[in-house]
């Protein structure tokens, strides 16, 4: 499975972006997609989190400014940030976690990551 980001960019502080990722597979709904982000240095961190159910979990430090949204028939997932600020600025990355039952065991996939700059 593959995952293909779009969106990203640079935005000035109190704007919006919008993050796209969309899996190369609609046989089958990833049971979670979701946004992780990393800056330099750190590791990754879940930004938001989307279960096929619609369920969603959000980092504390982006409740109430991201909002995650999901299409399982297409297997695509979005990220709409609003509100930036200049700590948002990361390279974010689309996560599928899904559970195979063939195999018995929990995947990850990864979409490559897109730049989100934040300028204050």
């Known amino acids: 499975v593959q995952l293909q980001a779009s969106g990203g960019g640079l935005a000035q502080a109190g704007g919006s972006l919008t993050l796209s990722c969309a899996a190369s597979?609609?046989?089958?709904?990833?049971?979670?997609m979701g946004w992780y982000r990393q800056v330099p240095g750190k590791e990754r961190d879940l930004v938001a989190r989307i279960t096929s159910g619609g369920a969603t979990n959000y980092a504390d430090s982006v409740q109430g400014r991201f909002i995650i949204s999901r299409d399982n028939a297409k297997n695509t997932v979005s990220l709409q940030m609003n509100s930036l600020k200049p700590e948002d600025t990361a390279v974010y990355y689309c996560?599928?976690?899904?559970?195979?039952?063939?195999?018995?065991?929990?995947?990850?996939?990864w979409g490559q990551g897109t730049l989100v700059t934040v300028s204050s």
């Open positions: 996560n599928g976690h899904h559970f195979s039952s063939a195999a018995n065991r929990w995947d990850d996939y």
């Open positions: 597979i609609t046989s089958f709904s990833i049971n979670y």
